[in-house]
């Protein structure tokens, strides 16, 4: 039975930050030049000029990913150093505002603005997104969609372990992934429907390029579904879009790991004429909504079993249930980091720590908020770099 590669790529977007005042900077430009000449087209610009994405090379497993991931960051906070900027990956900026960004002026972001408005300028978010390579035939576009269907379900459990945006506008949100929320905003996002085939797919991509809704005069441009998890033909890919960037590399690349992983399962099932049960899409939003809300602290549904469930327990299971193929990717630790995330928490976990313990100590909210951006710095280069004073 066709087995695909599941090679890695990870895209991670990144905040640009000023080192004085520790809010949002428009400096992609400035930084493109220098960053271009170091890292050559892994470097691209966003949405808005306080953003910056890189994206690994194609990945042979995930040790190889590792080392791509720690220099990438090395490389654009060396960048960012050299013009009085700090980079920062948290999914939203604790205190700076939409309204104090600028959009990049590139033809796909006029494009995308025009369309979008006001819902596009909100998007002041940042999102890693996971590719594992299928091949780019015909057989690797139908198995493309059968594991997506089936990979859904593991969407929300995902985000819970990456969630690194409890903070907006300077206000803690009482989320621990505020971008999910402020993503789902635009049409054609979060959890995909299920399909029969590729062809299914094919076809419902041709209506929406016919009718104008992928890119200006009807162009056929199936990046602009912005699912949580979507084929993406062009790079013959699964591409996950559900975490929330994180704030370190460690964190990343257990995500990527579990990402990799359930879906080596998934088709380590399949070749014993198996499938995980295709679960409403209804339920399957219940549960982010809860991930997005509560993170590793809260309960997800068992939809089996008809009962909410500890994230810790279901995580457990998670684990036992890729058990089989972890020692073939050679992940078992990289997943098993899981646990440490579950003990030590999430990044959204640790910057509201911070921020408490600030206000605790006599902070204002200003002054703390200030504080979760220093932590946030600090942890985006752990082992990365070694900068006194970043």
């Keep these: 039975m066709f087995r695909p590669p599941l090679t890695l790529g990870i895209e991670e977007e990144y905040m640009i930050v000023d080192a004085k005042s520790r809010a949002l900077s428009s400096s992609v430009t400035e930084m493109l030049a220098r960053g271009r000449e170091m890292i050559g087209d892994q470097l691209k610009v966003e949405f808005m000029q306080s953003q910056i994405e890189i994206g690994t090379k ?77 091949g780019t035939d015909d057989a690797a576009h139908e198995l493309t969609i059968d594991i997506m269907n089936q990979l859904r379900y593991f969407l929300p459990h995902v985000l819970s372990i990456s969630t690194s945006s409890p903070f907006w506008h300077g206000r803690n949100t009482g989320l621990k992934s505020y971008r999910a929320v402020i993503f789902e905003n635009l049409p054609r996002t979060g959890i995909p429907p299920v399909f029969s085939s590729y062809q299914e797919y094919d076809h419902m991509v041709e209506v929406f390029a ?20 979507r084929p993406s033909p062009r790079f013959g890919t699964l591409e996950v879009r559900a975490a929330d960037v994180c704030t370190t590399v460690d964190e990343a690349i257990c995500v990527a790991s579990v990402v990799q992983a359930l879906t080596a399962k998934l088709l380590k099932l399949r070749a014993n004429n198996q499938s995980w049960r ?31 469930v500890p994230l810790t327990q279901l995580w457990e299971e998670i684990l036992e249930l890729i058990d089989d193929v972890v020692d073939e990717l050679g992940t078992r630790a990289e997943c098993e980091y899981v646990r440490t995330i579950l003990k030590n928490g999430t990044s959204a976990d640790r910057q509201l720590a911070t921020y408490y313990q600030a206000l605790d100590d006599g902070c204002t909210n200003e002054e703390a908020l200030h504080l979760v951006v220093d932590r946030i710095i600090t942890e985006t280069v752990q082992g990365v770099i070694d900068q006194p004073g970043v």
């Excluded at 090395?74 to 604790?94: D, F, L, M, S, Y």
């Excluded at 219940?286 to 909410?308: M, Q």
Aim: hydrophobic share 40%; charged share 30%; net charge positive.
């Design 210 to 229: 016919k009718v104008g809704s992928l890119a200006k005069g009807g162009g056929k441009d199936p990046s602009r579904l912005w699912w949580d998890v």
């Design 278 to 308: 295709l679960y409403r899409t209804e339920f399957i939003r219940e549960n982010k909504w809860r991930a997005s809300r509560y993170g590793i602290e809260g309960e997800l549904v068992d939809f089996g079993i008809e009962k909410a």
């Design 58 to 134: 194609v990945c042979k497993d995930i040790k190889e990913a590792r080392e791509e991931l720690i220099w990438l960051r090395r490389a654009v906070a060396q960048v960012a150093i050299e013009n009085g900027k700090r980079i920062a990956a948290a999914a939203t900026h604790p205190f700076s505002k939409i309204h104090e960004q600028d959009i990049t002026d590139a033809e796909r972001y006029r494009e995308l603005l025009a369309d979008l408005q006001y819902v596009g300028r909100r998007l002041l978010i940042f999102g890693m997104h996971i590719h594992m390579g299928f």
